[in-house]
């Protein structure tokens, strides 16, 4: 029946597939590592389904997800580059990306350096650091409709993309691969290095989780905001509000789903009473 795709033994934990790791077993968990394995899969996917990417930026419940989770595997996973662009497989890890770009001084994403995600991750949350973004280097992606069964190649005037999302997003469009305009690289080493070294000073990397759980408000870094309202290192079971970087939720061991949303609530509702500013959560919740 799963003949020519890869398939899991399932349920397949979801913990092992976040670096929250929190979240229930997914029923159905594909991993597709050739375009002809989606007609398989399609049949599963018609309603809904999730796709993974590296699960740097997804709180799950903690509970049996029904919904079918789909992830691209080894065959999207690649690099190749020209003089004038560079084309990457959607699975490919941003730092296998950084490695390649520094081995053949490429200029394109060292300022993204250290963001524990995968290409098409990056694309659909449109993420950034550093002034600096994998879209605004784009020319093409291509993508694949799971439920008409279709392939397209949608060039960057054809996507919107917006502060930690894209039309990408918001469709259910597989990405498969992407390719970027690139330069030469100069000082490559030196601006990895010192990206690495702010990202240290600023981040919480001590435990396990999704980065920033708030999109920034025009007005003020959500960070700085938490921080206002005395909630860092507040804690929820094993879930705490890093006492490093407020905007982070971190699991310190054996935090559920609820530990994290209790936290969560109790963010948005201490930010509103004393900003009247409402938080939108960054992060994509499943389940
Ligand atoms: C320690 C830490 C630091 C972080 N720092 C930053 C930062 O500096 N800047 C920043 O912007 N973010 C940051 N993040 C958040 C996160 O890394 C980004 O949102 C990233 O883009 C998520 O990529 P991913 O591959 O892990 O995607 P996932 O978290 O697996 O998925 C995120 C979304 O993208 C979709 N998606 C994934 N792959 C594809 C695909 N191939 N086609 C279509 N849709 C897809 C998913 O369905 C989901 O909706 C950080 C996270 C952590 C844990």
């Not at 597709?32 to 993974?52: G, S, T």
């Not at 550093?130 to 397209?152: I, M, N, P, W």
């Not at 004393?274 to 919740?285: C, G, S, T």
Request: charged share 25%.
């Amino acid at each position: 029946m799963y003949s020519n795709q890869a398939r899991l033994s399932n349920p397949v934990d979801l913990r092992l597939y976040t670096t929250l790791k929190i979240g229930g077993c997914a029923a159905l968990f594909f991993i597709i590592n050739e375009k002809d394995q989606f007609p398989a899969v399609e049949k599963y996917c018609r309603e809904n389904f999730y796709l993974l990417g590296n699960g740097s930026n997804i709180l799950v419940k903690d509970k049996f997800i029904k919904t079918p989770v789909i992830k691209l595997g080894r065959g999207f996973c690649y690099l190749r580059h020209n003089n004038s662009f560079l084309e990457a497989g959607a699975s490919t890890p941003l730092s296998f990306l950084i490695k390649y770009c520094l081995d053949n001084n490429i200029s394109l994403a060292e300022k993204l350096v250290g963001i524990p995600a995968t290409i098409g991750g990056m694309l659909a949350m449109n993420a950034s650091s550093f002034g600096c973004s994998l879209a605004s280097r784009l020319q093409e992606v291509e993508v694949y409709d799971l439920r008409s069964g279709t392939q397209a190649v949608l060039k960057k005037d054809e996507i919107e993309f917006s502060y930690r999302c894209s039309s990408l997003l918001r469709s259910g469009l597989l990405i498969l691969r992407a390719q970027f305009r690139i330069s030469r690289g100069k000082d490559l080493k030196a601006e990895i290095e010192k990206r690495i070294k702010e990202r240290l000073k600023k981040q919480d990397f001590s435990s396990p989780s999704c980065g920033s759980v708030f999109k920034n408000p025009a007005v003020s870094p959500a960070a700085r905001l938490i921080e206002a309202c005395g909630l860092k290192g507040v804690k929820k079971g094993g879930a705490q509000v890093s006492g490093k970087h407020a905007n982070f939720i971190i699991n310190r061991g054996g935090a559920s789903y609820r530990d994290v949303d209790f936290l969560i609530k109790m963010i948005k509702d201490k930010v509103f009473k004393k900003y009247n500013i409402i938080l939108k959560e960054e992060i994509q919740r499943w389940g």
